[in-house]
């Protein structure tokens, strides 16, 4: 089983850039599909970015597409996602998450979550 833990979440301006980690512990982290998944108030949640167990394969949201980047670094048993040019409409709670399956495209049944980190993009 792993443990999940999201950090970089904060408080950034339109057009501003974060860089979010989920660092993993347990398991074994080289051997799931990982993604990210936002929340914001009172809205359903979005499927962000999906990345294969090796990197090889990517899905991001068209929301994001363009603008975020999904990677991996399995030595470091950590995953990122790299925000650029932020938009309000970006700003939720975002979870990390481990799936036991394959890649796919778009929503995708996770197994294992992280807490969450809250992103705020102001006005």
């Known amino acids: 089983q792993v443990q999940l833990v999201e950090s970089g979440g904060g408080l950034v301006q339109t057009g501003g850039s974060l860089r979010l980690s989920c660092s993993a512990s347990?398991?074994?982290?080289?051997?799931?599909?990982m993604g990210w998944i936002r929340q914001a108030p009172g809205q359903e949640r979005e499927f962000v970015a999906t990345i294969s167990w090796n990197g090889g394969n990517l899905w991001y949201s068209n929301s994001v597409k363009g603008r975020f980047t999904i990677s991996r670094d399995n030595a470091e048993k950590t995953m990122y996602l790299q925000m650029n040019n932020l938009k309000p409409e970006d700003t939720a709670v975002y979870y990390c998450a481990a799936s036991r399956g394959p890649f796919k495209v778009g929503r995708l049944e996770y197994d294992y979550w992280g807490p969450g980190t809250q992103v705020t993009v102001s006005s």
């Open positions: 347990g398991g074994i982290f080289s051997s799931y599909t």
